[in-house]
């Protein structure tokens, strides 16, 4: 099953924060964050391997609730590079299944 | 390091047609993932391979896609025949490490488009 990602899209000014949050009906093992910009690939931007780690990566940080099987991604004073589409990864057994996307436009 | 590279980027073909989509995924990396991404239905995994071998094809559409690897540093994914509900971006990815642990490098994509 897909992970569910909220919200689908967000619009933000310059400076402002936002939360962005996935959810699996399925034990989660791990949860990578991703960000695609329009055209090109997704790019990794970190990984959560045991429930209630944290970890960040410039002014993005994430947080993992294992028990609640949830994830969610914190984006700190935004910036107009911060535009694109946020996908959360998550493994089951032993593959990569990513959530539903959330679009987030940053405007100046 | 030259990254994930797949060719072609675009595609452009008509119904019923063969299409191959190629993947060399980075050096030393074990595990390689074929996904689709259209705007409906998002980033979906197609098949994973492992040390070469296909662990699990269960997102492959139906018959008419079928995927390979034949050694460490090549993949294919073909399409016969094609149609039109098959336009998307392809993209391979590969990771360092199994169960989940390493991030995924993945190439700039191939579109594909079928008339």
């Known amino acids: 099953q897909q992970p569910v990602q909220s919200p689908q899209a967000v619009i933000l000014r310059e400076g402002e924060d936002a939360v962005i949050n996935c959810s699996s009906s399925?034990?989660?093992?791990?949860v990578h964050w991703y960000r695609q910009k329009h055209g090109e690939a997704p790019v990794f931007l970190m990984i959560?391997?045991?429930?209630?780690e944290q970890k960040g990566h410039e002014k993005i940080s994430a947080s993992f609730n294992e028990k609640k099987q949830q994830s969610s991604l914190y984006l700190t004073a935004s910036q107009l590079s911060y535009s694109g589409t946020y996908f959360c990864?998550?493994?089951?057994?032993?593959?990569?299944?990513f959530g539903t996307g959330t679009r987030l436009k940053v405007l100046a | 390091d030259a990254g994930v590279i797949q060719s072609p980027r675009h595609e452009v073909t008509e119904m019923g047609q063969e299409v191959t989509l190629r993947c060399k995924p980075i050096?030393?990396?074990?595990?390689l993932f074929w996904y689709r991404q259209t705007m409906m239905r998002g980033l979906e995994l197609l098949i994973y391979?492992?040390?070469?071998?296909?662990?699990?094809d269960s997102g492959m559409p139906e018959d008419r896609f079928s995927a390979k690897m034949p050694n460490a540093s090549f993949s294919t994914l073909k399409i016969q025949p094609s149609e039109p509900r098959d336009s998307a971006v392809y993209f391979c990815?590969?990771?360092?490490?199994?169960?989940?642990?390493?991030?995924?490098?993945f190439g700039e994509g191939s579109r594909l488009t079928v008339l």
């Open positions: 990815a590969s990771s360092a490490g199994t169960g989940g642990t390493g991030e995924l490098f």
């Open positions: 399925k034990a989660l093992y791990s």
């Open positions: 959560l391997l045991k429930g209630g």
């Open positions: 990864g998550t493994r089951g057994t032993y593959k990569y299944i």
């Open positions: 050096s030393g990396h074990n595990s």
């Open positions: 391979f492992n040390n070469n071998v296909p662990i699990d």
